[in-house]
């Protein structure tokens, strides 16, 4: 089959003014919800894009760890090349489809690094195997084998061997704060539905956008 064949017709809900309500992160986490009852597989999979000083961009998988008020939280390393292209540029964006309800969440907004208390918190919460992970990869720094990685991981266990492993200094949360939240669902004849929120000031403004 040719890839420009591949097409799938979009006809399971609506999604009108009214249902996405005033507030935009309630409304996410209400579809987060209903994901969750979905049972969709890693549902807070999402594409974090992010671009330098150069203006060029990128895009990567993380995992949504919380949700709240202020915003979308995630972890990784803050050495790697995210981490050094949003050290030169606080404004990202982030990315969910989730095919089976035939919905995507475009967000925008600046980042910033949580407080260190809120990273502690929660490394102290992954299993010891990705604490020590944590150490041994330097994410995103070209090494010349695979080899490398098992002995980093074989140095820190016995480094931290009967002792609870601390989180590396590099490796930490960030929040997105969002300012533009757009819902998406898929209709019929692709005249499907586009909700966005901008912020202003102390609230949203809310708009609908032509598929
Ligand atoms: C399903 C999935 C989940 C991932 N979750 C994370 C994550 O939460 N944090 C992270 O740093 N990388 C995560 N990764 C790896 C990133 O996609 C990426 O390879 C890595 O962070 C290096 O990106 P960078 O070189 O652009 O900094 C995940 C990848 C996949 C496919």
Redesign the pocket.
């Known amino acids: 089959m040719s890839i420009a064949d591949i097409r799938k017709d979009y006809i399971l809900a609506e999604l009108d003014e009214q249902t996405a309500g005033d507030d935009p992160v309630t409304f996410f986490s209400q579809w987060f919800k209903e994901a969750e009852r979905a049972e969709i597989t890693?549902i807070n999979?999402m594409t974090l894009a992010t671009s330098g000083r150069n203006g060029v961009p990128?895009a990567?998988?993380?995992?949504l760890k919380g949700l709240d008020d202020r915003g979308f939280v995630?972890?990784?390393?803050y050495d790697?090349?995210?981490?050094k292209e949003i050290a030169e540029n606080d404004k990202v964006a982030l990315l969910f489809f989730w095919k089976e309800l035939e919905r995507q969440v475009r967000i925008e907004g600046r980042i910033e690094k949580v407080p260190a208390e809120e990273s502690d918190i929660y490394f102290r919460s992954r299993p010891a195997g990705s604490r020590l992970g944590a150490w041994a990869s330097p994410?995103?720094r070209e090494i010349p084998h695979r080899n490398i990685l098992d002995l980093n991981y074989a140095h820190y266990e016995n480094e931290f061997s009967g002792i609870e492993t601390p989180r590396p200094p590099h490796w930490g949360g960030y929040i997105v704060v969002p300012d533009r939240m757009e819902f998406w669902q898929g209709r019929a004849s692709r005249m499907h539905d586009r909700i966005l929120f901008t912020r202003t000031g102390a609230g949203w403004a809310k708009s609908r956008l032509a598929p």
Do not use: C, P
């Not at 995630?74 to 390393?77: C, G, Y």
């Not at 790697?80 to 981490?83: A, L, N, Q, R, V």
């Open positions: 890693e999979a990128h990567r998988i993380v995992l995630f972890f990784t390393n790697s090349d995210k981490g994410q995103s």
